[in-house]
């Protein structure tokens, strides 16, 4: 009932994507402004209600895959279709990556005939650019209907995030995507310093009591170098003696997002900037707040704005963080 209640009201529409594992298949769109919901489950088999386990092992004859409730007005079918090829292998016949079986295959379950259309334009596109020197053999199929998995599997990249990124890493999934659909933020290179590209563009990181704003101890805001996204603010800055700035929290829970870093031989949380996807630094569980949380950021991801600046920045909402220095103005 609420699925046709947002059907109904608000136009939107259902997309249907089989790409291997289900788990990395939520988190690309779950990102996206107009993406409304995000299912995990199964299709394109005979069996009814069938779990995991049937499936898995090819009993159901159902593909693991998502339905996402999409805004096409915000986020348009032609997007999810562009976003969809970068997350698979579509050269690939017998499953994705470290997971093999037609449980695994690719395919696209068109809801309507303008998404068929859609969907064989996208994948003839995609064939013609010579992106991949094999054929394509993803599907494009009828969607056909459609069921949830076990609740363990919804949003399992938020609930588990340290073993989804284990997993993604280790599938092989993260290497290919990157191999052949390669970020250019060359361009970036015109308007940021070395140091700045290399921070927030190549995961570097910065010397410590040698950059910024280790000591800064003006209020104002903190926002993101590249995107100018507000990040954190000077009344949750510190001194924790590591040598960079330090936060208890940023501005907004929904500034940031935290993922689990696997390339050093210690477990780290990396922390990056929700719009831009810039490298921010770590947080740590040894900081003084109420959350125990200490946001290690690399002054050269930020850009700070004193809060007299605030107005002509462009940020004045956040003057009202800021309560003695409004009546100070006035």
């Known amino acids: ?19 291997g594992c289900f788990w990395c298949m939520v988190s690309p769109f779950d990102e996206q402004q107009g993406i409304e919901k995000i299912i995990s489950g199964y299709t394109g088999g005979n069996e009814e209600y069938p779990s995991y386990k049937d499936v898995v092992s090819g009993k159901a004859g159902h593909r ?48 309507s005939d303008e998404q068929r259309k859609l ?27 459609f069921y949830p998995a076990e609740e363990f599997h919804q949003d399992f990249y938020k609930k588990n995030n340290f073993r989804y990124e284990l997993y993604r890493r280790g599938s092989g999934r993260q290497e290919f995507s990157k191999k052949f659909w390669p970020k250019d933020n060359s361009h970036l290179k015109e308007t940021l310093t070395p140091i700045q590209f290399h921070v927030t563009q190549e995961n570097g990181t910065e010397p410590p009591f040698n950059n910024e704003y280790w000591n800064n101890d003006r209020e ?19 001194d924790s003696g590591c040598g960079w700035p330090s936060f208890t929290k940023p501005v907004m829970s929904a500034s940031v997002k935290e993922r689990y870093d696997l390339s050093h031989r210690s477990t780290r949380v990396e922390v990056r900037s929700r719009d831009a996807d810039s490298h921010l630094g770590h947080v740590f569980e040894d900081g003084p707040g109420k959350n125990g949380l200490r946001y290690c950021i690399n002054s ?31």
Not at 10 to 17: D, G, P, R, S, Y
Not at 68 to 84: A, M, R, T, V
Not at 231 to 238: A, I, M, N, P
Not at 306 to 325: C, H, N, Q, S, T
Request: aromatic share 14%; net charge negative; hydrophobic share 35%.
């Open 1 to 19: 009932m609420e699925e046709e209640f947002l059907l109904t009201q608000i136009q939107f529409q259902k997309a249907t994507f089989a790409g």
């Open 64 to 111: 693991e895959a998502v339905q996402i409730l999409y805004n096409p007005d915000i986020f348009p079918y032609e997007k999810l279709l562009e976003l969809y090829w970068q997350q698979i292998d579509p050269t690939d016949p017998e499953g994705q990556f470290s997971d093999r079986g037609a449980a695994y295959t690719t395919a696209i379950y068109y809801h």
């Open 119 to 145: 969907a064989e334009e996208s994948k003839r596109q995609l064939e013609e650019s010579g992106r991949f020197q094999q054929s394509i053999v993803t599907e494009i199929l009828p969607a056909q209907p």
């Open 220 to 238: 104002g805001i903190y926002v993101d170098i590249v995107s100018g996204e507000p990040l954190f603010t000077s009344k949750d800055q510190y």
């Open 300 to 330: 050269a991801a930020l850009r700070f704005i004193p809060v007299e600046d605030l107005a002509k920045e462009g940020y004045e909402d956040f003057k009202i963080l800021f309560p003695g220095r409004q009546e100070t103005e006035r």
